[in-house]
């Protein structure tokens, strides 16, 4: 049984009016394909539980109260922002109101296309606005049991008189400097003292106030604020990377805190393992990232719904020079629905749909190899390359996408042997003076055989039967091909080469 359908299940069965699943990002850099991980494996569930005839929501939540601990690669004159709410940072390009909504905006915007529409909230905005006062004012006159609770997962245990409300400092603006030292109702007296986060030195200013937890100028810690937030919003489920999991992690602190604190049931939690980008950690800070509207330059977006939906105890590695065996994966389970719709592939595969499932059944390489060709290509000539090539029965809106996205893809991350610019006529003749007369012969021979609608496969056999029917051996009449039409010795498939071709270029190329 496929993990969404378990996890519907047990969702269910909690009894709650309807399922809420949140999830978060910290907009602390770009946000990227680890960070939508979260949103696009809840939106699993959504559907998983919507199936069922269950109401479902979707929550997202905009980590931006965090502080600024780190600056991302190129972003290196934001420096001077360590400590501050990313809310509260300037956005680096000057086209939004802030940093947060400079990459916030784009990243969910881009999210719509995996067929992800959450419920959207600022965590700032929920302080600010007085959504979390009665958390707060609960997590503060039960610090004591909070401290309790804490510190069972921590190896230096809080003072007795530690506050859980970080305020962000009325005369300077940072959060990671200040430190509460005092509590009155609703009042937090703080100083501002200097910290040390992971991108260096935060200075205090010194500055002695009073925080008002009525304005929400602060935030909670985040163990204590994930629990008040799985409160506020009736959480039901949430899925999150297995750090927060682990021994001591902050699922468990924060599942005690709600369940103790609270009186509600923790989220049913969706673990998964990470995802990776070219066998290394994806980190905004080292520029190893690729965003969510990136993928969709190179891929469709039900290619990475199938990958992220697949079993999530298994870490896995995206790697951008291995697009083609992704799309083939899915492929796969396309061609399983659509014959047999009743294995978890299927499932698996139907749930991954963005709108009403549509065949496609043209391999991705196939449509690289097209795109190639003739980069110009229009709709019409696209489909009739296709149907050519042996391919029918396909969604033609879906084939063009494809042609164009792995156009993209071979353009900035193809291997040398499927990239190639085709010789002109001229360029061609050149070559072809240059074979042997049997392998001259050969290619006349093949071009003729190409008015006869053929798959790839069974055009790779001619390829093979005319060789060898002239005493040639075949790797010999490949490189002819290659050589002819691209100026290299190899190249893609030599069959999906030549049927993606315009016939009369290739009569004209072998003269």
């Not at 047990?10 to 949103?39: F, Q, W, Y």
């Not at 494996?41 to 600024?68: H, I, M, Q, T």
């Not at 230096?156 to 940072?174: M, N, Q, S, V, Y």
């Not at 604190?261 to 990232?289: C, H, M, Q, W």
Request: proline share 5%.
């Amino acid at each position: 049984m496929h993990w969404s359908t378990t996890t519907a299940e047990e969702c269910v069965s909690r009894g709650d009016k309807k399922v809420v699943i949140e999830t978060g990002t910290s907009i602390s850099g770009i946000p990227h394909l680890g960070n939508a991980s979260d949103i696009i494996r809840g939106e699993c569930v959504r559907k998983a539980v919507e199936r069922s005839g269950y109401p479902a929501e979707l929550v997202w939540v905009a980590d931006d109260s965090d502080p600024f601990r780190s600056v991302p690669k190129g972003m290196e004159s934001l420096k001077e922002y360590l400590g501050y709410p990313v809310k509260d940072i300037p956005d680096p390009d000057g086209c939004h109101d802030n940093f947060v909504e400079h990459f916030a905006k784009p990243f969910l915007e881009s999210l719509k296309s995996f067929g992800v529409k959450p419920k959207v909230y600022s965590g700032t905005e929920i302080y600010r606005s007085g959504q979390l006062l009665e958390e707060i004012r609960i997590v503060i006159e039960r610090r004591a049991e909070i401290i309790s609770i804490l510190n069972e997962f921590r190896d230096t245990p809080l003072d007795a008189d530690w506050i859980p409300w970080t305020p962000i400092c009325e005369k300077c603006g940072k959060i990671s400097s200040t430190r509460a030292t005092a509590v009155d109702g609703d009042k937090v007296s703080y100083v501002c003292e200097g910290a040390e986060v992971k991108g260096g030195e935060v200075a205090g200013c010194g500055h002695q106030g009073v925080s008002d937890i009525k304005d929400g100028m602060g935030k909670m810690p985040w163990r204590v604020e994930w629990a008040s937030r799985w409160n506020h919003f009736k959480v039901t489920c949430e899925p999150f990377g297995k750090d927060h999991a682990s021994a001591g992690g902050s699922y468990w602190t924060s599942k005690k805190i709600i369940e103790n604190i609270f009186g509600r049931d923790a989220p049913v939690p969706v673990i998964y393992e990470f995802l990776t980008l070219n066998g290394e950690k994806i980190s905004s800070s080292k520029g190893n990232v690729i965003t969510p509207a990136g993928w969709l330059e190179i891929a469709e977006p039900e290619v990475l719904n199938y990958f992220m939906y697949k079993k999530l105890n298994k870490q896995r590695d995206i790697d951008l020079s291995r697009i083609p065996p992704m799309a083939d994966e899915y492929d796969q389970a396309e061609a399983q629905y659509f014959s047999s719709a009743g294995s978890d592939e299927s499932l698996q595969y139907l749930l991954s749909q963005v709108g009403e499932p549509k065949k496609l059944n043209v391999p991705y390489t196939f449509c690289a190899v097209l795109a190639q060709v003739v980069p110009e290509l229009d709709d019409s000539v696209i489909v009739e390359r296709a149907n050519f090539s042996g391919y029918c029965d396909f969604d033609a809106e879906r084939l063009v996408e494809r042609v164009r996205v792995a156009g993209n893809w071979v353009r900035q991350y193809g291997p040398e042997q499927l990239t190639f610019t085709l010789n002109t006529v001229d360029g061609a003749r050149k070559e072809f003076s240059k074979l042997t007369d049997v392998e001259k012969k050969c290619l006349r021979e093949l071009s003729k055989q190409l008015d006869k609608p053929q798959t790839a496969e069974e055009f790779h056999k001619t390829i093979y039967n005319t060789a060898r029917a002239n005493d040639l051996k075949p790797p010999q009449l490949f490189k002819a091909i290659y050589t002819t039409l691209i100026g290299k010795e190899k190249g893609p498939k030599a069959a999906a080469l030549l049927l993606t071709l315009d016939r009369n270029h290739v009569r004209e190329c072998f003269k």
